[in-house]
Structure formats: structure tokens, C-alpha cells
């Protein structure tokens, strides 16, 4: 059987402070009139230089996205910790884009460190998608470094790290410098038609909602001989609740973030839910739940439903069902409204990647930035709590989950260094245990 986690924690934000925080980041439109004080990129040029932190998967796939926003776009300088991951990924969209990509030896950057060296090569725009538990630190990096952002989600695995993408998300706006979330469902044609037809009033007043993200496991890599225990996790980080956040903050973070958008963004009251790990009990799946359900209430009376399972071999769905007391709105695939209006979207069909990107473009551009701060944060959090209420199973109120300390930082970054979990002599790694696991 698995053994308790250990959670540690202190800081206090109440809800009501958060809803102000978030309040400061909600003016992207608001400051879209402001030009920004620096060029919109380098000085007599036409072309916006840019750079990739993280050259896995998506990582590659958003400098893809990147580049269908102009010709203008070129990928100059690439890093990640994993040398075969940098020269794959320049291989792979050199081959998609050989008129875009311009990215010499000497700026392939390998390392922890590697993400400095990209902020120092004299890019206008950097694009976050390297392992989730990095998020924070190099989107604070960035910022202070005067670039324009696109961030991968989540924006935060614990409060501090949370905390740290506020601060970075206001000082953007200060800095009139763009910074898009990868929550890209926001980018949807048709997810944001259906949104504004149900704000509109076009099913009434929102009683419940429910949200699925219901999916297979990630992809494993075999460990290895010669492979450190940090090499390995590394290697595997999706399923390393350190570095990834479990399932809440990777997948079910994309359905939460369509609930609280129609929400109006605005803090539950308190959250409770159930989880654990039923089937994926190989250590390939390292430590984490294979299953969650979690509640979020309220204040004025509605709940929000998440269900996340990540099993073999079972029922798949990613779907969206908002209650009203008019009728329904069902997302995210042939988005429609039913009861007393009946509405399907027809319209345009864009890929919410490549939109998510033009906007981005096309704000660096025109020098009116936009800013993601304020629901990137707030979906950010929703995904904490829940992994907080399912590893607890206690219920806890959005004021108390914020004053938490849980801090994933380690002391050293380096393949040699000490993993903050490990495997038991039968390789098993402990996890999480409702009722036993204490928040702190």
C-alpha cells in the first residue's frame, strides 16, 4: 500500500484579496490603447525574434503556432535541459518552417540555466514550455527581462509558485508587455461564441456545470542504465507530482478554466472532492492519482463538477455542460445551446492554437498589449485546489488553500541531485492518502 505524502506550507491571501490582485491583471483591454514605451521589437527591424524555453512536444508545437502568425516571425535561439531535445526540435521545424527558423549552434542552450542564456540573445518574445514546475521562474525571468510572453499552463503548482506568476503577470502590465496563457480553449472561435451567447443571458442564471476531461495516461520513456533517480523522474515528469502538478494542473486545468470563465473568473467559496490511484499502480506511473472528482461552491449557489481520470482501456470524453435555468450550453465540439434558445455555431473553424498565437503577434505589432493575468491565475489556482482536496480529502476554502506554503522549490537543480520523492525497494512510489495527507 502507499504511504502518506508529506505536504509543508504559510502566507496569507484571502479571497477577497485575491479577487483584487486579479482585479489589476483583468486590463488587457483596458490598456490596449497604451503604446509601449520600447519598440514594438528591435529598432529598424521587421522582424520579431523569438525564442523557445521548452522543445518537447508542445514546446515545438507552439513555435510552430508562432511562426503561422507572419512571415515576420523568426525562431532564433532555443533551450532546454535535454541536449537530443533542442537539436530534435530545431531539426523538426527547421524541416516545417526553413524560411523561419534561424537558430545557429551557438544558440542552442542546454541546461537549467539554458533559459537565461535564450532571454539574453536578443529575442522580443519568448515562448514557456518547458516542465510545468519551471513555469513560475522563468515567466518572473522573462518579465524582468523586458520580453513578451506566451506561457504554457499551468502558471503555478503551489501557492508560492502561484504567487511568483501574479507579481510577474502585474509587473508585465506595468511594463505594457504582452503575455498570453497557454489555456487556449479562451481561443477557441467557437468556444468564445458560445460563452458570449451564454453571459448574454442565452440559458439564464448558471446553476451547476460539469466538466470531464477524461483521457489515457501520458507517454513513458523506460528507464534506462546509467539514468540518475532526478535523470529519470525528469525524463518522466508528467508523472512526478513535483514537477507536473498530477492531473488537475495538466489536463482537468483546461475544463476548469472554461467553468470559471463563464463564472466570470471570480474565486469559489470552498472546494471537496475524491481521488486516488486504482489501476495505474506500475511504478512507470510514478506518484500520482489516476482518478479524480472534485466540487466547487459558489457564493451564489452554483457548483462547479470536475471529473479527471487518466486509466487505460476506459471511456474517453473531453466535454463542457453548463446548466442555467433557461437551458444548456454543451463545448467543446459542436458547441450549441439548447431549451429555450437553440443555437449551433457555424462560423469560422480556426486552430485556437494558431489563433492564440496571431494575437499574441499581432499585439507586438501594434504595441497595444494584452495581458492573461488575471483567469491564467485563477484557473491556475482552481487546479491546485482540487489536487489539494483530492489528496487531502478534506474540504478547504479557497482563503485557507491560498495561505498554504507547500513549496515544490529544490534546493539544487542538477541530474545528480537529491529527488524530493523516491521509489521503495519494489521500485513503488508512495502517493498521496485521503484522510491521512494533512494540508500545511
Known sequence: MSQPQSRSNTASTSRREFLKSSAILAGS???????????????????IKIGLVGCG?????????????????????????????????????????????????????????????????????VLIAAASHFHPVMLTAAIDAGKHVFCEKPHGLDVPGLKKSMAAAAK??????SLVSGLCWRYSPAVRETMKRVKDG???????????????PYIFRPRQEGW??????????????????????????HSLDKASWAMGDKPPKVAWGIGGRQTCLDPKYGDQFDHFGVVFEYDNGARVFGFCRDQP????????????????????????????????????KENMYDVEHQELFDSVRSGKPINSGDYMCT?????????????????????????????FTQAQ????????????????????????????
Open 29 to 47: 483591454a483596458a490598456v490596449a490603447g497604451l503604446s509601449l514605451a520600447r519598440g514594438a521589437h528591435a529598432a529598424g527591424s521587421d522582424t
Open 228 to 253: 540518475s533517480e532526478m535523470f529519470y523522474q525528469y525524463q518522466n515528469w508528467y508523472h512526478f507530482n513535483w514537477i507536473s502538478g498530477d492531473q488537475t494542473a495538466q489536463q482537468l486545468i
Open 379 to 407: 484557473s491556475s489556482m482552481l487546479a491546485i485546489l482540487a489536487q489539494m482536496v483530492c489528496y487531502t480529502g478534506q474540504q478547504i476554502t479557497w482563503e485557507k488553500a491560498m495561505q498554504s506554503t507547500l513549496d
Open 313 to 348: 482501456g476506459c471511456y474517453s470524453s473531453t466535454t463542457d455542460i453548463i446548466l442555467g435555468t433557461k437551458g444548456r450550453a454543451l463545448m467543446p465540439d459542436r458547441c450549441r445551446i439548447e431549451g429555450e434558445t437553440n443555437w449551433k455555431y457555424s462560423g469560422d
Open 413 to 440: 537543480y542538477s541530474f545528480d541531485a537529491e529527488p524530493p520523492v523516491k521509489p521503495d525497494a519494489n521500485g513503488n512510489y508512495a502517493t498521496a492518502m485521503p484522510g491521512m495527507t494533512e494540508f500545511k
Open 57 to 125: 512536444g508542445r514546446g515545438s508545437g507552439a513555435a510552430d503556432n508562432a511562426m503561422n502568425a507572419g512571415k515576420d516571425v523568426r525562431l532564433v535561439a532555443m533551450a532546454d535541459i535535454f541536449d537530443d531535445r533542442v537539436r530534435g526540435a530545431r531539426e523538426r521545424l527547421k524541416a516545417i518552417k526553413p524560411d523561419q527558423v534561424a537558430v545557429a549552434d551557438d544558440h542552442c542552450f542546454v541546461g537549467f540555466d539554458a533559459y537565461k542564456k535564450v532571454l539574453d540573445s536578443g529575442i522580443d518574445v
Open 172 to 177: 508585465a502590465k506595468e511594463k505594457n508587455l
Open 202 to 216: 442565452a440559458i439564464g442564471d448558471i446553476v451547476a456545470i460539469q466538466e470531464n476531461y477524461l483521457s489515457s
